[in-house]
Protein backbone atom coordinates (compact mmCIF):
# COMPACT_ATOMS: atom_id res chain seq x y z
CA UNK A 1 0.00 0.00 0.00
CA UNK A 2 2.93 2.15 0.90
CA UNK A 3 4.74 1.89 -2.35
CA UNK A 4 1.81 2.59 -4.24
CA UNK A 5 0.88 5.76 -2.73
CA UNK A 6 4.72 6.32 -2.98
CA UNK A 7 4.50 5.96 -6.54
CA UNK A 8 1.32 7.84 -7.02
CA UNK A 9 1.73 11.03 -5.01
CA UNK A 10 5.33 11.49 -4.79
CA UNK A 11 6.40 9.69 -8.40
CA UNK A 12 3.88 10.97 -10.48
CA UNK A 13 3.09 7.63 -12.01
CA UNK A 14 -0.47 6.87 -13.35
CA UNK A 15 -2.45 4.56 -11.79
CA UNK A 16 -2.56 2.81 -15.17
CA UNK A 17 1.59 2.81 -14.73
CA UNK A 18 1.73 1.47 -11.37
CA UNK A 19 -0.45 -1.54 -12.03
CA UNK A 20 2.05 -2.93 -14.83
CA UNK A 21 4.60 -2.60 -12.76
CA UNK A 22 3.17 -4.18 -10.19
CA UNK A 23 1.03 -6.94 -11.93
CA UNK A 24 -2.22 -5.51 -10.71
CA UNK A 25 -5.16 -4.10 -12.01
CA UNK A 26 -6.20 -1.00 -12.19
CA UNK A 27 -8.95 -0.93 -10.12
CA UNK A 28 -6.88 -2.94 -7.40
CA UNK A 29 -4.36 0.24 -7.53
CA UNK A 30 -7.24 2.64 -7.10
CA UNK A 31 -8.47 0.56 -4.07
CA UNK A 32 -5.21 0.54 -2.77
CA UNK A 33 -4.35 4.07 -2.59
CA UNK A 34 -8.40 4.59 -1.11
CA UNK A 35 -7.50 2.61 2.00
CA UNK A 36 -3.98 4.42 2.30
CA UNK A 37 -5.92 7.40 2.51
CA UNK A 38 -8.47 6.25 4.99
CA UNK A 39 -5.95 4.44 7.13
CA UNK A 40 -3.94 7.67 6.84
CA UNK A 41 -0.86 6.08 5.41
CA UNK A 42 -1.27 9.14 2.88
CA UNK A 43 -2.39 12.16 5.27
CA UNK A 44 -4.16 14.29 2.25
CA UNK A 45 -3.01 17.99 2.82
CA UNK A 46 -2.60 18.08 -0.99
CA UNK A 47 -5.56 19.27 -3.21
CA UNK A 48 -5.26 15.79 -4.99
CA UNK A 49 -7.62 15.25 -7.97
CA UNK A 50 -7.70 11.80 -6.70
CA UNK A 51 -8.74 12.47 -3.16
CA UNK A 52 -11.24 14.24 -4.61
CA UNK A 53 -12.53 11.18 -6.63
CA UNK A 54 -12.54 9.17 -3.55
CA UNK A 55 -14.72 11.56 -1.69
CA UNK A 56 -17.15 11.34 -4.85
CA UNK A 57 -17.28 8.22 -5.06
CA UNK A 58 -18.74 7.87 -1.16
CA UNK A 59 -20.84 10.27 -1.83
CA UNK A 60 -22.64 9.43 -4.85
CA UNK A 61 -22.64 5.77 -3.70
CA UNK A 62 -24.32 7.02 -0.44
CA UNK A 63 -26.72 9.16 -2.40
CA UNK A 64 -28.44 6.64 -4.63
CA UNK A 65 -27.97 3.60 -2.51
CA UNK A 66 -25.25 2.30 -5.41
CA UNK A 67 -23.05 -1.04 -4.89
CA UNK A 68 -19.99 0.08 -6.66
CA UNK A 69 -18.74 3.61 -8.00
CA UNK A 70 -15.78 4.23 -9.43
CA UNK A 71 -14.42 7.51 -10.85
CA UNK A 72 -11.83 7.97 -13.54
CA UNK A 73 -9.67 10.86 -14.24
CA UNK A 74 -10.07 13.52 -16.32
CA UNK A 75 -7.17 14.15 -19.55
CA UNK A 76 -7.34 16.27 -22.21
CA UNK A 77 -9.06 14.19 -24.96
CA UNK A 78 -12.48 13.29 -24.10
CA UNK A 79 -11.68 10.43 -25.87
CA UNK A 80 -8.78 8.65 -23.38
CA UNK A 81 -11.18 9.75 -20.79
CA UNK A 82 -13.70 7.66 -22.21
CA UNK A 83 -11.33 4.59 -22.55
CA UNK A 84 -10.48 5.24 -18.70
CA UNK A 85 -14.20 5.01 -18.35
CA UNK A 86 -14.36 1.76 -20.18
CA UNK A 87 -11.23 0.08 -18.49
CA UNK A 88 -13.06 0.86 -15.35
CA UNK A 89 -16.63 -0.45 -16.55
CA UNK A 90 -14.24 -3.72 -17.19
CA UNK A 91 -12.89 -4.26 -14.17
CA UNK A 92 -15.72 -3.94 -12.31
CA UNK A 93 -17.70 -6.36 -14.94
CA UNK A 94 -15.16 -9.38 -14.14
CA UNK A 95 -15.39 -8.62 -10.02
CA UNK A 96 -19.11 -9.45 -10.45
CA UNK A 97 -19.23 -11.90 -13.33
CA UNK A 98 -19.30 -15.77 -12.10
CA UNK A 99 -19.44 -19.05 -13.34
CA UNK A 100 -22.78 -19.84 -14.87
CA UNK A 101 -23.85 -16.29 -15.41
CA UNK A 102 -25.85 -14.71 -18.17
CA UNK A 103 -24.52 -10.69 -19.00
CA UNK A 104 -27.11 -8.64 -20.93
CA UNK A 105 -25.27 -5.92 -23.12
CA UNK A 106 -26.54 -2.56 -24.74
CA UNK A 107 -24.87 -0.02 -27.35
CA UNK A 108 -22.95 3.47 -27.07
CA UNK A 109 -19.69 4.63 -27.60
CA UNK A 110 -17.99 4.05 -24.53
CA UNK A 111 -19.75 0.31 -23.85
CA UNK A 112 -17.76 -0.75 -27.19
CA UNK A 113 -14.73 -0.34 -26.02
CA UNK A 114 -15.02 -2.92 -22.84
CA UNK A 115 -14.16 -5.38 -24.70
CA UNK A 116 -10.52 -3.86 -25.30
CA UNK A 117 -10.12 -4.33 -21.23
CA UNK A 118 -11.37 -7.39 -20.52
CA UNK A 119 -8.87 -10.45 -19.86
CA UNK A 120 -8.28 -13.45 -22.09
CA UNK A 121 -10.64 -15.50 -19.44
CA UNK A 122 -12.60 -18.83 -19.47
CA UNK A 123 -15.74 -19.18 -17.04
CA UNK A 124 -17.74 -21.91 -17.54
CA UNK A 125 -21.14 -21.49 -18.63
CA UNK A 126 -21.16 -17.78 -18.93
CA UNK A 127 -23.36 -16.59 -21.89
CA UNK A 128 -23.98 -13.00 -23.53
CA UNK A 129 -26.09 -11.55 -25.17
CA UNK A 130 -27.75 -8.19 -26.66
CA UNK A 131 -30.75 -6.45 -24.52
CA UNK A 132 -31.89 -4.44 -27.15
CA UNK A 133 -32.32 -5.01 -30.86
CA UNK A 134 -30.28 -4.17 -33.56
CA UNK A 135 -29.39 -1.00 -35.38
CA UNK A 136 -27.17 -1.43 -39.05
CA UNK A 137 -26.54 2.38 -38.63
CA UNK A 138 -24.61 2.10 -35.24
CA UNK A 139 -22.10 -0.59 -36.70
CA UNK A 140 -19.64 -1.96 -34.37
CA UNK A 141 -21.29 0.81 -31.62
CA UNK A 142 -24.75 -1.74 -31.78
CA UNK A 143 -25.07 -4.30 -29.14
CA UNK A 144 -25.15 -7.41 -30.85
CA UNK A 145 -21.20 -6.75 -32.38
CA UNK A 146 -20.43 -5.39 -28.24
CA UNK A 147 -22.08 -8.80 -27.31
CA UNK A 148 -19.99 -10.91 -29.35
CA UNK A 149 -16.91 -8.54 -29.08
CA UNK A 150 -16.81 -9.86 -25.15
CA UNK A 151 -17.68 -13.45 -25.39
CA UNK A 152 -15.11 -13.67 -27.92
CA UNK A 153 -12.44 -12.30 -24.68
CA UNK A 154 -14.05 -14.47 -21.96
CA UNK A 155 -14.52 -17.49 -24.59
CA UNK A 156 -18.31 -17.50 -23.59
CA UNK A 157 -21.05 -18.11 -25.31
CA UNK A 158 -23.89 -16.04 -27.40
CA UNK A 159 -27.21 -15.70 -27.03
CA UNK A 160 -28.27 -12.83 -29.77
CA UNK A 161 -31.24 -11.45 -29.97
CA UNK A 162 -31.52 -11.22 -33.61
CA UNK A 163 -34.47 -8.30 -33.83
CA UNK A 164 -34.23 -4.74 -35.08
CA UNK A 165 -34.08 -2.06 -32.61
CA UNK A 166 -37.41 -0.62 -33.45
CA UNK A 167 -40.43 -1.96 -35.54
CA UNK A 168 -42.95 0.08 -37.61
CA UNK A 169 -45.79 0.23 -35.20
CA UNK A 170 -46.92 -1.59 -31.69
CA UNK A 171 -49.18 -3.67 -33.68
CA UNK A 172 -45.97 -5.29 -35.89
CA UNK A 173 -43.87 -5.54 -32.66
CA UNK A 174 -47.22 -7.22 -30.93
CA UNK A 175 -47.38 -9.74 -33.72
CA UNK A 176 -43.15 -10.12 -33.14
CA UNK A 177 -43.84 -11.02 -29.68
CA UNK A 178 -46.82 -13.94 -30.20
CA UNK A 179 -44.24 -16.01 -31.61
CA UNK A 180 -43.16 -18.66 -28.77
CA UNK A 181 -39.56 -18.45 -29.50
CA UNK A 182 -39.07 -14.82 -29.63
CA UNK A 183 -41.07 -15.06 -25.82
CA UNK A 184 -38.81 -17.43 -24.96
CA UNK A 185 -35.78 -14.96 -25.78
CA UNK A 186 -37.02 -12.08 -24.15
CA UNK A 187 -37.68 -13.85 -20.88
CA UNK A 188 -34.37 -14.83 -20.60
CA UNK A 189 -32.81 -11.33 -21.20
CA UNK A 190 -35.05 -10.28 -18.56
CA UNK A 191 -33.76 -13.34 -16.26
CA UNK A 192 -29.95 -11.93 -17.20
CA UNK A 193 -27.60 -11.44 -13.93
CA UNK A 194 -25.29 -8.44 -14.96
CA UNK A 195 -26.04 -5.79 -17.43
CA UNK A 196 -23.57 -3.43 -19.02
CA UNK A 197 -25.31 -0.17 -20.74
CA UNK A 198 -24.32 3.06 -21.60
CA UNK A 199 -26.67 5.97 -20.94
CA UNK A 200 -27.13 8.49 -23.55
CA UNK A 201 -28.81 12.16 -23.57
CA UNK A 202 -31.31 14.04 -25.43
CA UNK A 203 -29.83 15.39 -28.57
CA UNK A 204 -26.84 13.22 -28.48
CA UNK A 205 -25.43 13.10 -32.23
CA UNK A 206 -25.51 9.03 -32.03
CA UNK A 207 -29.34 9.00 -32.11
CA UNK A 208 -30.06 11.61 -34.05
CA UNK A 209 -30.48 9.89 -37.36
CA UNK A 210 -32.12 7.49 -35.96
CA UNK A 211 -35.17 9.31 -34.89
CA UNK A 212 -36.50 10.96 -38.08
CA UNK A 213 -39.97 12.07 -38.73
CA UNK A 214 -41.23 8.59 -38.85
CA UNK A 215 -39.69 8.33 -35.60
CA UNK A 216 -40.05 11.39 -33.56
CA UNK A 217 -37.99 12.22 -30.61
CA UNK A 218 -39.78 11.99 -27.06
CA UNK A 219 -41.19 14.99 -25.26
CA UNK A 220 -39.18 17.91 -23.77
CA UNK A 221 -39.07 16.17 -20.44
CA UNK A 222 -36.84 13.68 -21.34
CA UNK A 223 -33.38 13.93 -19.94
CA UNK A 224 -31.41 10.41 -20.77
CA UNK A 225 -32.11 7.17 -22.49
CA UNK A 226 -31.11 3.37 -21.95
CA UNK A 227 -31.41 0.68 -24.41
CA UNK A 228 -33.94 3.69 -26.35
CA UNK A 229 -35.82 4.31 -23.61
CA UNK A 230 -36.47 7.23 -21.97
CA UNK A 231 -36.52 9.09 -18.76
CA UNK A 232 -36.61 12.55 -17.28
CA UNK A 233 -34.63 14.03 -14.51
CA UNK A 234 -36.26 12.30 -11.49
CA UNK A 235 -36.23 8.87 -13.43
CA UNK A 236 -39.76 8.69 -14.43
CA UNK A 237 -39.72 6.79 -17.72
CA UNK A 238 -41.38 9.59 -20.06
CA UNK A 239 -44.98 9.06 -20.99
CA UNK A 240 -45.39 10.65 -24.56
CA UNK A 241 -42.30 8.61 -26.02
CA UNK A 242 -44.20 7.86 -29.20
CA UNK A 243 -42.07 4.83 -29.80
CA UNK A 244 -41.76 3.20 -26.71
CA UNK A 245 -44.18 -0.06 -27.90
CA UNK A 246 -42.59 -0.17 -30.83
CA UNK A 247 -38.78 -0.70 -29.36
CA UNK A 248 -38.00 -4.21 -28.86
CA UNK A 249 -35.63 -5.26 -25.76
CA UNK A 250 -35.52 -5.16 -22.28
CA UNK A 251 -38.04 -2.39 -20.70
CA UNK A 252 -36.75 0.42 -18.03
CA UNK A 253 -38.67 -1.66 -15.43
CA UNK A 254 -36.65 -5.17 -16.44
CA UNK A 255 -33.45 -3.40 -15.93
CA UNK A 256 -34.08 -2.27 -12.28
CA UNK A 257 -34.50 -6.36 -11.23
CA UNK A 258 -31.05 -7.28 -12.60
CA UNK A 259 -28.69 -7.95 -9.60
CA UNK A 260 -25.92 -6.04 -10.80
CA UNK A 261 -26.05 -3.22 -13.48
CA UNK A 262 -23.23 -1.30 -14.80
CA UNK A 263 -23.54 2.11 -16.44
CA UNK A 264 -20.93 3.56 -18.26
CA UNK A 265 -20.99 6.86 -19.10
CA UNK A 266 -18.97 10.03 -18.78
CA UNK A 267 -18.94 13.40 -20.62
CA UNK A 268 -20.77 16.93 -18.70
CA UNK A 269 -23.21 16.87 -21.24
CA UNK A 270 -24.34 13.68 -19.72
CA UNK A 271 -24.96 14.25 -16.50
CA UNK A 272 -28.71 14.81 -16.32
CA UNK A 273 -29.04 11.81 -18.34
CA UNK A 274 -26.73 9.67 -15.45
CA UNK A 275 -28.59 11.60 -12.98
CA UNK A 276 -32.24 10.47 -14.04
CA UNK A 277 -31.05 6.98 -14.37
CA UNK A 278 -29.51 7.14 -10.85
CA UNK A 279 -32.96 8.07 -9.74
CA UNK A 280 -35.29 5.71 -11.41
CA UNK A 281 -32.58 3.23 -10.04
CA UNK A 282 -31.60 1.59 -13.57
CA UNK A 283 -28.53 1.06 -12.83
CA UNK A 284 -26.60 0.00 -9.32
CA UNK A 285 -23.08 0.45 -10.35
CA UNK A 286 -21.48 3.81 -12.05
CA UNK A 287 -18.60 4.53 -13.49
CA UNK A 288 -17.95 8.07 -14.77
CA UNK A 289 -15.54 10.43 -14.89
CA UNK A 290 -14.60 13.10 -12.05
CA UNK A 291 -16.14 16.67 -14.03
CA UNK A 292 -19.13 15.06 -14.56
CA UNK A 293 -19.02 13.38 -10.86
CA UNK A 294 -18.46 16.85 -9.36
CA UNK A 295 -21.91 17.99 -11.60
CA UNK A 296 -24.13 15.15 -10.76
CA UNK A 297 -23.23 16.67 -6.96
CA UNK A 298 -23.79 20.13 -7.94
CA UNK A 299 -27.04 19.22 -9.50
CA UNK A 300 -28.51 16.67 -6.92
CA UNK A 301 -27.70 19.27 -3.85
CA UNK A 302 -28.68 22.82 -5.73
CA UNK A 303 -30.93 21.58 -8.62
CA UNK A 304 -28.30 23.96 -10.37
CA UNK A 305 -26.21 23.08 -13.30
CA UNK A 306 -22.19 24.19 -14.67
CA UNK A 307 -22.87 26.61 -17.37
CA UNK A 308 -21.28 23.86 -19.82
CA UNK A 309 -24.30 20.92 -19.12
CA UNK A 310 -26.78 24.22 -18.64
CA UNK A 311 -26.42 25.42 -22.18
CA UNK A 312 -26.84 21.34 -23.42
Known amino acids: MTKIALLFYEQGYTQEEIGKMLGMSRLQVHRRLRAAIETKVVRVRIESEYREGILLEDKIKDLFGLKEVLIVENVGDPE ?7 RGAAEILMKYLADGDFLGVSWGSTVRMVPDFLPKKDLRGVKVGNIVGGLSELGDLGAQQVAMNIATKLNAA ?30 ALKNCDICLVGIGYVGQELYKGLYKAENPLPGDEAVGEIVGRYFDLDGNVVKNNPNEDRIIGLTLADLKSVPISIGAAGGIEKCRAITGALRGGYINCLVTDLRTAEAIIQLVETGAETGEEAGK
Open 80 to 86: KTKEYIA
Open 158 to 187: TKLLSLPFMVQSAAAKSAIFSDEYVQQEIK
